[in-house]
């Protein structure tokens, strides 16, 4: 039941100064950060990330839109990660986020409206979508050594 999964700010969510709330948000819940880096990736890059998405219409748009600027790539690690983690980031599409949301809280656009303006959806942050696509993401994104196992004060009181 103890998971990782893979969290990245993406370029919105960097260039408005909003990585220190976004890592907060997670901290607080007592996920355990185990890795983290600021990357600014390739198209080639992009694509083996969103290699799931290939075929769908929106797919240039969401590699030109990742790789416009830097983004914050960290790791949590905890009891149903994956499942916590993309609760605290909320529906894909900001104007259906619940509000206490990261989506729902900093954003209001929608997929139509961005597919609209022919602009990637920038709803600020990913986090993987499931278990196996957590981890085949954690091996993309950081190498074994940048990974972290170390004690955290609330594996006593929270997981
Ligand atoms: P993310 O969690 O990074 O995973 C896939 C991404 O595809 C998603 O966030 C959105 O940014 C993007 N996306 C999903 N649906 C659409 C859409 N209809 N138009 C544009 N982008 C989309």
Redesign the pocket.
């Known amino acids: 039941m103890i998971e990782r999964s893979l969290v990245i700010v993406k370029p919105d969510g960097v260039e408005r100064g909003l990585v220190g709330e976004i890592l907060r948000r997670f901290e607080n819940t007592g996920l355990k950060i185990v890795g983290m880096k600021m990357v600014w990736i390739d198209s080639k890059f992009a694509e083996e990330h969103?290699k799931a998405?290939k075929s769908k219409p929106?797919f240039r748009?969401?590699v030109e839109f990742i790789t416009e600027g830097p983004v914050v790539a960290f790791a949590v690690e905890g009891v149903h990660a994956v499942e916590n983690a993309r609760r605290l980031v909320g529906s894909?599409s900001p104007h259906e986020a619940a509000p206490g949301t990261i989506r729902g809280d900093f954003a209001h656009l929608s997929?139509a409206y961005?597919?609209k303006k022919g602009l990637?959806?920038k709803?600020l942050i990913?986090a993987s979508g499931s278990k196996k696509e957590a981890d085949d993401e954690i091996k993309l994104w950081f190498k074994k050594g940048e990974l972290h196992s170390y004690t955290t004060v609330h594996e006593k009181h929270v997981f």
Do not use: I, P, V
């Open positions: 969103y998405h929106f748009e969401l894909t997929m961005a597919s990637g959806g709803n990913h």
